[in-house]
């Protein structure tokens, strides 16, 4: 990994005491991660300056980099463990997967806009050395077949409804993140997957994110 500047530093630890901390995020493995990670490295060189902002962040191409609160919410319940294999549905910036690797065993992240997987990909491997990373592009609302069963599961955009595939390819004792819901206003949803494979569903929060584009999710106009 790279040496960050003190500055860079500096600003992580606020923001891990001001923005996440202070408003409930208490895993400790969680909190780590979002000190280790340069948050900057994932913007364009032009807008560094607002990386430690307190809210979401316009990427280009319609898509956002989420608010860092949001990133460690779904981080904590996502309960990645060392040996995980996560899918993750919407690399976008690539800074969620920055994280999610941090944690996990193996990263596999789908993206459906080529910029954006190639953008992620320099940053996350070759400016941060990151070797736990698989990426795809395509359409991440039928999840990545061939790499099935994952232990973990993160959508990073709107759903319109309960991403069963995403679902189907958990492993059994599997958990996933997603926000399901209208197109400006979804509820954070979290899906436990039991050993007989029924799934129990949890509301987590309030939320609003970009719509999910795919077979299973919002239809591109």
């Known amino acids: 990994m790279t040496t960050a500047p003190e500055d860079s530093v500096a600003a992580r630890e606020a923001m891990v005491a001001r923005q996440l901390r202070a408003r409930g995020i208490h895993d400790d493995r969680t909190l780590e991660a979002m000190r280790r990670v340069a948050r900057e490295k994932f913007f ?3 807008d560094r300056r607002f990386a430690y902002r307190d809210g979401a962040f316009s990427i280009g191409l319609g898509q956002t980099i989420s608010q860092p609160f949001m990133v460690a ?6 309960g990645v463990t060392r040996q995980s294999r996560v899918l993750e549905v919407g690399t976008g910036s690539g800074y969620q997967a920055a994280i999610l690797a941090e944690l996990a065993r193996h990263v596999y992240t789908v993206e459906r806009l080529p910029e954006l997987s190639r953008r992620a990909r320099r940053a996350l491997c070759e400016e941060l050395g990151y070797g736990n990373i698989s990426f795809r592009v395509g359409d991440g609302t039928l999840g990545w077949p061939e790499q099935a069963p994952f232990d973990r599961f993160m959508v990073t955009a ?3 409804a309960r991403p069963q595939t995403l679902i ?3 492993a059994p004792g599997g958990q996933g993140v997603a926000p399901v819901g209208s197109h400006g206003f979804q509820t954070l949803m979290r899906y436990r997957k039991g050993k007989d494979g029924a799934v129990e569903e949890e509301e987590l929060c309030q939320c609003v994110f970009v719509k999910l584009i795919g077979k299973e999710g919002w239809q591109e106009r």
């Open 158 to 160: 709107g759903a319109p």
């Open 168 to 170: 189907e390819q958990l």
């Open 44 to 46: 364009p060189r032009s």
């Open 73 to 78: 919410l779904m981080t904590e319940a996502l």
